[in-house]
């Protein structure tokens, strides 16, 4: 016995049409790309969106995922304000001893409490930190190289309140939070 079935005009258009598109189930999925960026080096190559991992054409920083970059930025005229805001925020300055003892020419200075962790040992040191994982933390440097770099580490190891100072101790005109 061979059953009849009647369907409205309707559903067989829509039928066709969703029919008439497909190829087969990979290739019916839209693959979306994910961007990259450069690990954060504080150059102008930080802007560049890549579509594949790599090194940056520019400083050779490996490529990293657009989406694994959160941290927030901050200019060197706000910061003292925000200090006064939050008073327990930490400061965490990323240059060299030498630097942030102001034994470096030029001497940039440094904030008043901060914590000095250079970049180069940041990594091996992070355990350091840990009681800081969850409050405000500022990174900076002199010229906005290294804390952004030092920045991305942060936030990939479990920081989560991470702000990096942008254009450094170099460029910073408020003296009235300066150590």
């Not at 150059?43 to 560049?48: A, F, K, L, P």
């Not at 400061?91 to 034994?103: A, I, N, P, Q, Y």
């Not at 991470?162 to 150590?179: A, F, I, L, W, Y």
Request: proline share 6%.
């Amino acid at each position: 016995m061979l059953l009849k079935i009647f369907l409205p005009a309707w559903v067989c258009i829509c039928f066709f049409a969703i029919d008439s598109n497909y190829s087969d189930p990979v290739s019916s999925f839209r693959k979306v790309a994910e961007d990259y960026r450069c690990t954060p080096c504080g150059s102008s190559c930080d802007e560049e969106i890549y579509t594949a991992p790599g090194n940056c054409s520019h400083c050779q920083m490996p490529l990293v995922k657009k989406s694994t970059i959160h941290f927030n930025n901050i200019a060197p005229g706000d910061i003292c304000a925000y200090i006064k805001k939050h008073p327990g925020v930490i400061l965490l300055d990323v240059r060299t001893k030498e630097e942030f003892e102001g034994r470096a020419e030029p001497n940039f200075g440094t904030l008043k409490n901060a914590i000095n962790l250079p970049v180069q040992e940041l990594q091996a040191k992070l355990s350091t930190l840990a009681a800081y994982k969850e409050k405000d933390i500022i990174v900076f440097c002199s010229h906005s190289h290294r804390s952004p770099q030092a920045s991305y580490l942060l936030t990939q190891n479990g920081f989560n309140r991470v702000t990096n100072m942008s254009g450094g101790m170099s460029v910073m005109e408020d003296s009235s939070c300066r150590k």
